[in-house]
Each structure stands twice: as C-alpha cells, then as structure tokens.
C-alpha cells in the first residue's frame, strides 16, 4: 500500500517560490510516477504535471511552464514541487499524486495549503 | 472554464440512482478509454472511484459504476446513500501534449 505524506501548511508573499515535499512510503519513488494536482479554494482539480513514463521525463502543463520545476530525491523517498513567481491566484491546496497509467491517480497525498497573501 | 464538462450539481433521495455526465472532445474523451472519476468528501483528497471508463479499484462499491458514448462520459451511482454525497470529478487523458484534464466538479446531493 501507497503512502504519501505532505509537508505543512505555508504563507507566502507575492512574488517568492514555495516548494512542498511528498514522502513516499510503502514503494519507492522509481516506482512511481509521481505527479502534482492543485485545487483553489471552492474550485476544481486543475494538473499542473508529473513524470511522464512512456518518455522517462516530466512533463508540466503548459500554464505552469517556466514557473514549475518538480523533482525527486530517490534516497529518500521523497518528490518535490516548486512554484515560483507566486500570485494571489496560486492560492490553493497542493496535492501529490500517483499516476498508475496516463491520469490514473490512485494514491493522493493529504494536500498542502499554500496561501500567498502580502 | 474547465477542459471536461460537468453539471455542477445533481441530487437523488437515498435508494435511488444518478448519473453525471462529462463532456469532452473527439481529443480527449472521444479518443481514448482513459476515464478516470474522484469522490472528494469536503477537506479531504480525492479518491479514485472509477479508471479506464468503467473499471472499479478494489474496495470500490459496485453501486458505482462508469460508461461512454461518444465524446460523453457517464458515473452512475445507485443505491444512493448518506456517505455518497460529496464532489466528484471526471478526468480524461487528453494526448501526449495536453496528457490530462479534469471536468469542473459536481456537486451531489443526497436529499
């Protein structure tokens, strides 16, 4: 069984980078294909990227791109998500999560509010 | 203004049966059998109820199940039930470049 736990909650000013951890457990993160999904307050799910297995690289939707790096650290099990350039608009709830085969996402992480406010 | 669309809310009485829709295009819902459906109770992460148009996860009710016709997309719940209700999203592989997009979310109410 898949676990994924987020890091915590965080407050940003406008214009600084966040970045939020998933740690694996149960597999390891070569297993995986780990991918990032976040949701707005009231809003739906919107993908914002993820490793792409067929190619072997991560890919990232195109209204994240050059703002959004997403890496991994197999040593310890564990998968990062950056965003910088922030606005009050990327205030939302942060998820990581498992990409079983193309947008089967069926291990979630518990989510991380990011909230950008000056 | 989301890629899939979705109503944004339905409602049934228990022991009835619903259906939400999830429209696409020939791009995405039309052309593949890549049809995932999430439950998300209120402060909660998703949960993956339905994959690949009409297969359950393990320890998924049989009371959802999951269809296609054409660019549309359909979760059917029946037995309706207190717990059931909650947001649910649809989600489509949408090709290599564009790879998924998500339905705006319905809400459903059990009266």
């Known amino acids: 069984q898949v676990q994924l736990v987020q890091s915590g909650a965080e407050v940003k000013k406008p214009g600084a980078s966040v970045k939020v951890s998933c740690k694996v457990s149960g597999y390891t993160l070569t297993e995986l294909s780990m991918h990032w999904v976040r949701q707005a307050p009231g809003k739906g799910l919107e993908w914002m990227g993820g490793f792409d297995p067929e190619d072997g690289e991560t890919i990232y939707a195109q209204k994240f791109q050059g703002r959004v790096t997403m890496t991994e650290d197999t040593s310890t099990d564990t998968a990062y998500m950056e965003l910088s350039s922030l606005r009050s608009e990327d205030t939302a709830v942060y998820y990581c999560?498992?990409?079983?085969?193309?947008?089967?996402?069926?291990?979630w992480g518990q989510g991380t509010l990011v909230t950008v406010s000056s | 203004q989301s890629a899939l669309t979705q109503p944004a809310s339905v409602s049934g009485s228990p022991g009835q049966s619903i259906t939400i829709s999830c429209t696409g295009t020939s791009s995405d819902v039309g052309s593949y059998n890549l049809v995932s459906w999430y439950q998300q109770h209120p402060g909660k992460a998703p949960k993956l109820m339905i994959y690949?148009?009409?297969k359950r996860p393990s320890g998924v009710s049989n009371r959802f199940s999951g269809s296609k016709s054409g660019n549309t997309a359909s979760l059917t719940i029946s037995g309706l039930q207190a717990e059931d209700e909650a947001d649910y999203y649809c989600?489509?592989?949408?090709?290599?470049?564009?790879?998924?997009?998500f339905g705006g979310g319905t809400k459903l109410t059990v009266l």
């Open positions: 690949e148009g009409s």
């Open positions: 989600c489509s592989y949408a090709g290599s470049s564009t790879y998924v997009v």
């Open positions: 999560a498992t990409d079983s085969r193309v947008g089967i996402f069926d291990y």
